[in-house]
């Protein structure tokens, strides 16, 4: 039996694409320019200035689908490391340790980055193909 959203899975692909690189970018621009709000507390300087152009950069490639498959990667390995050097030494359970967003977003950048920039990407312009996968 057929989804009734599957006609849509293109579409899908390209929204979580650009609405997960959209959110991430932001993380970037917090550690990096204190915009829109500051980081709390004390964040050690090799977090601001690692995380940070990581965050930014990569989240904007995402989001408008440039060079996605690896700046997805080297985004989901970001958050692969975070979870285990700040989330994983807490607890190993991310529900105890406050890690579900890095864990989340380590596998959402990974299944991009297996899937590429699909449609309304600026990959799929650069390659001319324009067709309903866009990949």
Request: hydrophobic share 50%; net charge positive; glycine share 12%.
């Amino acid at each position: 039996m057929t989804s009734f959203m599957s006609l849509y899975s293109s579409q899908c692909y390209a929204l979580m694409r650009i609405v997960t690189g959209f959110l991430f970018l932001w993380h970037g621009s917090q550690k990096l320019f204190a915009f829109p709000i500051g980081m709390p507390g004390e964040v050690p300087a090799f977090i601001t200035y690692a995380a940070g152009p990581i965050e930014l950069i990569g989240g904007t490639l995402v989001m408008i689908g440039l060079f996605t498959h690896w700046a997805a990667f080297i985004t989901s390995g970001q958050m692969a490391v975070a979870y285990w050097m700040v989330h994983g030494t807490k607890a190993l359970l991310p529900i105890q340790n406050n890690g579900e967003l890095a864990a989340l977003y380590c596998f959402v950048f990974l299944f991009i980055a297996s899937q590429g920039g699909g449609i309304w990407s600026v990959d799929s312009l650069r390659s001319g193909r324009r067709g309903p996968s866009g990949r």
